[in-house]
DNA sequence: TATTAATTGAGACTGAGTCTCAATTATATA
DNA sequence: TATATAATTGAGACTCAGTCTCAATTAATA
């Protein structure tokens, strides 16, 4: 089945737990979730899973690259799906929660070249830029 | 005296605990600090400013201009004294914790064109890389 | 100095996330 | 397929940063 697959995919153990949270990450499509979220959806389809697995999963998961943890500064994790998208930073509307991708080949190439100067090796970068979005003037 | 100037100068009421949370600020020179290691310094000196009121105030300084909040993703913010430099963004050890500053004029430049295309009003950035210093190799 | 509004401290509380450990389950091998 | 071994799980206690409440205190101002 495609869950499992998936798991293979990325080298993670399958279990019935971790197929369950999968199922649930399925549902949210494209959209940003976190670990609570997913718990939720958990407890809506009557899994018992527990709070602990859920979050050894998805910390797995983002481990793996199967998952990709965006910090967004709301004191806590989004996660998106890695495969769905490619590397991009995010716009966050502070009224009414819009989160807007993009990507900005010249930004990345400008923080490699400030990386290199004090010679420093990056793994990760968050780029978040906090505001009003259109809608909300 | 001095720090009761400064508090005037951003239009802050003047009170015992908030003249103590900015003397143990100054204490920290250039250091980037936690409202936790605040309160620290004013339990080191005998203070009795509670948890809440340094908190509290820290939240105001910011509000006011006197701080900037700095977000590593460390999962509770960091400090630094707003008039000691001007904006700038972050490299983040994940080894030995050094912050490195850097400014770079054209990321800002981008961010902003960024923002027009998607007409969204900026409030606010950061741009953290993390990963590890040359001296961590 | 008296009035009024802002600030404070104590400690209970919240929310996200981690930890422990005995019980369960997946995988590898015979 | 049965068994051994190592990985995973669930329950709930725990941590840590930060917030809240509210009566008591204190600052600003006249
Ligand atoms: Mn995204
Ligand atoms: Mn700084
Ligand atoms: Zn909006
Ligand atoms: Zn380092």
Partial sequence: MKNKSLLSQYSIRKTRPRLQIISVIGKFKNRHFSVEEVLKGLRRGKSKVSR???YRAINLFSQKGLLRPIDLGKGFLLYERASQKSHHDHL???NCGKI?????QSIEK??????????FHPKS?????TGLCKECL
Avoid: G, N
Avoid at 100 to 104: G, H, M, P, T, V
């Fill in 110 to 119: 400008l923080q490699m070249k400030v990386c290199r100067k004090k010679r």
């Fill in 92 to 94: 966050y509307c502070i």
């Fill in 52 to 54: 602990a697995s859920a």
């Fill in 100 to 104: 807007i991708e993009f990507k900005d």
């Fill in 125 to 129: 970068h968050t780029l978040r830029i």
